[in-house]
């Protein structure tokens, strides 16, 4: 009898917090920051995008460790730098990705991976990871506030090691950096992808992880299905939260796109064209698509959510040869027009349609609706 009314409390505080959590982002002023990017280039060439956003993630951006420090103790910050000035110029947070180990430095340093070799394993010894850390928390002291640890680390060709060690990085990372600033916050690694990405993230936080973050981090990839089936992702995401005791914490998507079509002629990989991928006509599937997905992951409480990316050549939101914006990008700028500031968001699931609704920056109501697709 005790287990059961100890589960049914259980249940009842889970749906408790999912109401309060989504009351309270309906009421909170939706802010610029919601609308984050990744630029992968922007120092070389990459028109700067013509549609505000307050927020950058720099992942696949060139400035990860194995960048940053090619050879120990070496350094090199200067394409970090260019990028950290344009961000103070155009008031843009930075969200910087802590990964990729050099090689020089790696437990495993020729391992194959997703990137060269040796790069997703765990740094040898802890001292490394600490120097390096350290290094750039100072660096950028002031002028960097978030740092995300790692990246991926449920899929093995982005991370090899295990979770324990993933765990004393994160908490490594979180002394290291509250010691040179407290305002900096920590961004949990954020696990993706088919499979049990939701329970590598509940396992995380339940070694360990739940202690050394200030926000809770997720990629809500869909790769061929519709934007609503992030819905019941972020809800069990959300869940796991609650049973480990941050679901007080701000939930983040630091990475989701889409494949969209291109007018510009380039190769498309293999894992595109014959991995599953949906591929979004450019001229309104794409924009309907981004509408979609930034309208249900706000109403579902998600605090930030970074688009990938800008400039990718296959999932890019412009040319991938002439830099030119693609139409999406102007329903992403139309949406923003109205949602940031704007209150009130709230999606309901109405048998085969779906339909979104808040009151605008300029206090005037505005609707969404479509129907599921078939």
């Not at 990028?83 to 910087?96: E, F, N, S, W």
């Not at 991995?275 to 599937?285: A, F, P, Q, V, Y």
Request: with cysteine.
């Amino acid at each position: 009898m005790n287990q059961l009314i100890s589960l049914l409390l259980t249940t009842a505080l889970l749906a408790l917090s999912h109401i309060c959590s989504a009351q309270s982002s309906n009421q909170t002023k939706i802010p610029l920051q919601y609308f984050g990017l990744h630029i992968h280039r922007a120092d070389e060439g990459t028109p700067w995008p013509n549609v505000p956003f307050g927020s950058w993630r720099l992942w696949d951006a060139h400035v990860n460790w194995t960048q940053l420090e090619p050879r120990k103790g070496q350094w090199d910050f200067s394409r970090l730098d260019r990028y950290v000035a344009m961000a103070g110029i155009t008031k843009v947070d930075i969200l910087l990705p802590l990964a990729m180990t050099p090689k020089w430095a790696s437990a495993r340093p020729e391992e194959p991976s997703a990137y060269q070799p040796g790069n997703v394993a765990e740094p040898k010894n802890l001292a490394d990871w600490t120097d390096y850390v350290a290094e750039v928390g100072k660096r950028y002291k002031g002028k960097i506030f978030y740092y995300e640890i790692w990246n991926e680390p449920s899929d093995k060709t982005h991370y090899s090691g295990d979770i324990p060690t993933l765990v004393k990085l994160t908490c490594e990372a979180k002394r290291v950096l509250k010691g040179i600033d407290p305002a900096i916050k920590i961004v949990s690694p954020a696990s993706a992808g088919g499979g049990r990405h939701i329970e590598y993230l509940d396992r995380f936080l339940a070694a360990g992880g739940a202690g050394c973050i200030d926000i809770v981090a997720h990629h809500f990839y869909l790769f061929k299905s519709p934007p609503e089936a992030m819905v019941p992702l972020i809800r069990a995401v959300k869940k796991v939260m609650a049973a480990n005791r941050v679901g007080h914490l701000p939930l983040w998507n630091t990475e989701t796109g889409y494949w969209i079509e291109s007018k510009d002629q380039i190769e498309i990989p293999a894992a595109f064209s014959r991995g599953g991928w949906k591929m979004l006509e450019r001229d309104k599937e794409a924009g309907d698509y981004i509408t979609k997905a930034l309208l249900l992951a706000r109403a579902e409480g998600i605090d930030r959510f970074y688009w990938y990316a800008w400039d990718n050549r296959i999932m890019g939101l412009i040319e991938p040869k002439q830099g030119t914006p693609k139409p999406a990008v102007g329903d992403l700028a139309e949406l923003m027009r109205k949602l940031v500031g704007a209150t009130q968001l709230r999606c309901i699931e109405e048998h085969a349609s779906w339909k979104c609704s808040f009151l605008g920056n300029d206090g005037e109501p505005h609707t969404y609706s479509w129907d599921k697709e078939k």
